[in-house]
């Protein structure tokens, strides 16, 4: 699937933003989805990820804060990120992996990104 995410922007510390991530096909099956987020020099970080069966996990940096979600009839996953702060800066990535029954034919895919900037 193509992955297209949106939804970033420049926000004061302590503002919120939702993200959200539209998948050109159809993510209800067997379909993992996740947020990574990267700044310049560093590696991507996985922020938050989201099974087919909505088992949730976030990074430490962001429990508490973040929330993703996902609407199948929508084939959109979601990022609400509360209480940011200028560290949470960075592009965002969406990333959608669908699983096969071995897991050497899963196949990933990955959005373009979409910069949130947080300001102190």
């Known amino acids: 699937v193509q992955l297209q995410a949106s939804g970033g922007g420049l926000v004061q510390a302590g503002g919120s933003l939702r993200l959200s991530c539209a998948a050109s096909?159809?993510?209800?099956?067997?379909?993992?989805m996740a947020w990574y987020r990267q700044t310049p020099g560093k590696q991507r970080e996985l922020v938050a990820t989201?099974?087919?069966?909505?088992?949730?996990n976030y990074a430490n940096s962001v429990v508490g804060r973040f929330s993703i979600s996902r609407d199948n009839s929508k084939n959109t996953v979601y990022l609400q990120m509360n209480s940011l702060k200028p560290e949470d800066t960075a592009v965002y990535y969406c990333?959608?992996?669908?699983?096969?029954?071995?897991?050497?034919?899963?196949?990933?895919?990955w959005g373009q990104g979409t910069l949130v900037t947080v300001s102190s």
């Open positions: 989201i099974t087919s069966d909505r088992s949730t």
């Open positions: 096909g159809d993510i209800s099956s067997r379909t993992d």
């Open positions: 990333y959608a992996v669908r699983r096969a029954l071995s897991p050497k034919y899963d196949r990933e895919s």
